[in-house]
Each structure stands twice: as structure tokens, then as C-alpha cells.
T-cell receptor
Framework: GENVEQHPSTLSVQEGDSAVIKCTYSDSASNYFPWYKQELGKRPQLIID?????GEKKDQRIAVTLNKTAKHFSLHITETQPEDSAVYFCAARLRSTPLVFGKGTRLSVIA | NAGVTQTPKFQVLKTGQSMTLQCAQDMNHNSMYWYRQDPGMGLRLIYYSASEGTTDKGEVPNGYNVSRLNKREFSLRLESAAPSQTSVYFC????????????FGPGTRLTVT
């Protein structure tokens, strides 16, 4: 089955700086890669996703890049703000199977 | 729409006790999931139901059973709770097993002493 590794487990950045979180996956047939954000005490919520036929996707200050050859994808957050502080999960999915999640990255944005 | 709802929000059990966690969704989704979240371990899939009438094991099914009661409801049962089952449990749903977004419930914090 699919296996997803996520790094780093914790990340601290100064407000206004960029943050990058990286994930690798094991099965080259995986075709869908979402990112979820979980604020303290809340439920995970989808913030951005990318399919295997796209190399990059942006939504305001967040972007996701996918390198199918290397089997890794990354979340980029620019101009970080205190409200970006949360745990971020990457995930991958083979066609018609449930998502497999990484272990999460705790991002702290220091004002 | 309430989305995905879970009951209870908190629960404390003694070792060996049983309980059922309830989950319901009002989005007419076909697929539903149960995850557990432990510190440093991410979200691990316990069981899922691709459609009404079907259930399948996920990554960590031991010690749990599930019932897809109807299209809206998917329950998780602990027959004999163990301290290792202390966790936060999330239910989620999606339009189909291969569809894009999973919607999560608010979670149930379970402590087994």
C-alpha cells in the first residue's frame, strides 16, 4: 500500500517569512495529493490539493508543487501570518482508495 | 447543513468497558471513514465504508468494529476498551471513495483508564 513521509515534524518561522513542508510517497500510481490544516482543538480542513497531471497549483499565499519523478510534493506558504500556526497534514491516494496521511507538521509563526 | 457530526465530544472509559461512537453526515455522501489521531502519528484510518452496505478495514482496525447503519450514519464500536485506545477519533465523509475532499467531524476525545 501507499506510505507517506512528511518533514519536518515541527517548523518555526518569523512572521512574514516563507514556510515549506515536504512529503514523499511510495506508490508511483498515486494520483491525488491534498493538504489539510488543523488548528488547535479543531477538525482538519482541506486547504489545497493537486492532481498528478499538474505540476503546481497556487491559491493566494499557499502553493503546492508536485515532482512525480521523485515522488515528492511540497506545501509553500508565503508571507506567513500568526493565523497560519497550525498542524499541516499531507496525504496521497491511489485511485479509488482512501487517503493515506503523513504524520503532520506543527507550524509556529512567531510575531 | 450541519456537515459531519459526532457524539459524544468527550468520553472517559475504564479498561474493559464498551462504547459506541456515533457519526452522521447530511451531505448525501456515499463514503465514510473513521480515523484516530495520536500525537506524532498523524491520522490513521481505522475502518471505512465506500458505500452503504460495505465496510473495509483500514490501517489500524484491531479492537474496533463498525456499522454503516444507513447512508447517513457510520458508528464505531469499542467492545473492550484498552488504554492504547486513548485517542482523538475523527469521522469523515466524502462524495465517493475517489472524490476530492473529505469533510471531517469535530472529533471525540476518548480516554481509557
Amino acid at each position: 500500500g501507499e506510505n507517506v513521509e512528511q518533514h519536518p515534524s515541527t517548523l518555526s518561522v518569523q512572521e512574514g517569512d516563507s514556510a515549506v513542508i515536504k512529503c514523499t510517497y511510495s506508490d508511483s500510481a498515486s494520483n491525488y495529493f491534498p493538504w489539510y490544516k488543523q488548528e488547535l482543538g479543531k477538525r482538519p480542513q482541506l486547504i489545497i490539493d493537486i492532481r498528478s497531471n499538474v505540476g503546481e497549483k497556487k491559491d493566494q499565499r499557499i502553493a503546492v508543487t508536485l515532482n512525480k519523478t521523485a515522488k515528492h510534493f511540497s506545501l509553500h506558504i508565503t508571507e506567513t501570518q500568526p493565523e497560519d500556526s497550525a498542524v499541516y497534514f499531507c496525504a496521497a491516494r491511489l485511485r479509488s482508495t482512501p487517503l493515506v496521511f503523513g504524520k503532520g507538521t506543527r507550524l509556529s509563526v512567531i510575531a | 447543513n450541519a456537515g459531519v457530526t459526532q457524539t459524544p465530544k468527550f468520553q472517559v472509559l475504564k479498561t474493559g468497558q464498551s462504547m459506541t461512537l456515533q457519526c452522521a453526515q447530511d451531505m448525501n455522501h456515499n463514503s465514510m471513514y473513521w480515523y484516530r489521531q495520536d500525537p506524532g502519528m498523524g491520522l490513521r484510518l481505522i475502518y471505512y465504508s465506500a458505500s452503504e452496505g460495505t465496510t473495509d478495514k483500514g490501517e489500524v482496525p484491531n479492537g474496533y468494529n463498525v456499522s454503516r447503519l444507513n447512508k447517513r450514519e457510520f458508528s464505531l464500536r469499542l467492545e473492550s476498551a484498552a488504554p492504547s485506545q486513548t485517542s482523538v477519533y475523527f469521522c469523515a465523509s466524502s462524495e465517493a471513495i475517489g472524490s476530492q475532499e473529505q469533510y471531517f467531524g469535530p472529533g471525540t476525545r476518548l480516554t481509557v483508564t
